[in-house]
């Protein structure tokens, strides 16, 4: 589903998470007593965070240099961190290890909008070679 953003919304939309919420929400719970944890409203975190003004370039470029890294975090938690809870508005209960878990299907979840989207701009050119597909 597209939810009426660009294939650059998404890809915008993961760098977000990417630095400021998926990371944020582990640490809390690390470093927390049960942390209760919002939701996000990401729509408008892409107006605040003046992504929508950025190029494609610049939000890959960041959003690579900043995976490396993550990934890198992640694989030094020990299965002590990664069970450690906190409470989220509409889950309930999440462990750091959930989240490690949702950030992979998040990713793939966008990642399989942006193919989609990007597929669709070609759906109409394809002339009679549409008939190999379910177009």
Not at 3 to 16: E, I, Q, T, V, Y
Not at 33 to 38: K, L, T, Y
Not at 68 to 91: C, I, K, S, Y
């Amino acid at each position: 589903r597209d939810d009426g953003w660009s294939a650059k919304d998404a890809l915008a939309h993961l760098l977000d998470v990417e630095l400021g919420v998926i990371p944020v929400r582990i640490h809390r719970i690390m470093d927390e007593d049960r942390p209760f944890i919002r939701s996000i409203d990401a729509p408008a975190r892409l107006i605040e965070g003046g992504y929508r003004e950025r190029s494609v370039a610049s939000l890959l470029d960041e959003l690579t240099a900043h995976r490396e890294g993550n990934v890198g975090w992640l694989r030094t938690l020990t299965a002590g961190q990664l069970d450690r809870a906190g409470d989220h508005d509409e889950a309930g209960e999440i462990t750091a290890g959930d989240i490690a878990h949702q950030w992979a299907y998040h990713d793939l979840m966008h990642l399989k909008q942006i193919a989609s989207i990007l597929q669709a701009g070609f759906a109409g050119r394809m002339g009679n070679t549409r008939k190999f597909y379910d177009v």
